[in-house]
């Protein structure tokens, strides 16, 4: 029988893997810009490095999920995405997961609290679980 990661302990491992992402753009990229321009290049008004952040966030997570099933955030805690047939995890389910999910949280501030759903659903799922038929669940 799967146990199911509650609201809490995934916040946590999020906190680390944004600890572990922001940590890896500041070693890598912040120093890279610093040295290779005196401006900030843009498109639009997007910024270069803006959006190579914003890409190595979702690579992370996409990579992560993909090839170990768990952040290194999710690794700390014992937990590990499943999906709900149990099968191994294919690129769409990752790619629904990890950037669609991420994206409707992120479109507006606000609905970060659909986060909430994790906390109320029976299987502690949240939208991008539910969007991508995977389940966050404590390792056996």
Do not use: C
């Amino acid at each position: 029988m799967r146990t199911y990661a509650g609201f809490w302990l995934r916040l946590w491992a999020y906190l680390i893997d944004l600890l572990v992402v922001v940590s890896i753009s500041s070693i890598i990229i912040h120093p890279l810009f610093a040295f290779l321009f005196t401006t900030e290049p843009a498109i639009g008004v997007f910024t270069i490095q803006g959006m190579l952040l914003a890409l190595s966030y979702y690579v992370y997570f996409v990579v992560m999920t993909k090839v170990w099933q768990q952040t290194l955030g999710k690794m700390v805690f014992g937990l590990k995405v499943e999906r709900i047939d149990e099968q191994r995890l294919v690129w769409k389910d990752v790619f629904v997961r990890e950037v669609a999910g991420r994206i409707i949280h992120r479109v507006l501030w606000i609905t970060n609290i659909l986060y909430i759903v994790v906390a109320v659903h029976p299987e502690k799922a949240g939208i991008h679980d539910l969007l991508s038929d995977t389940r966050v669940v404590l390792e056996r």
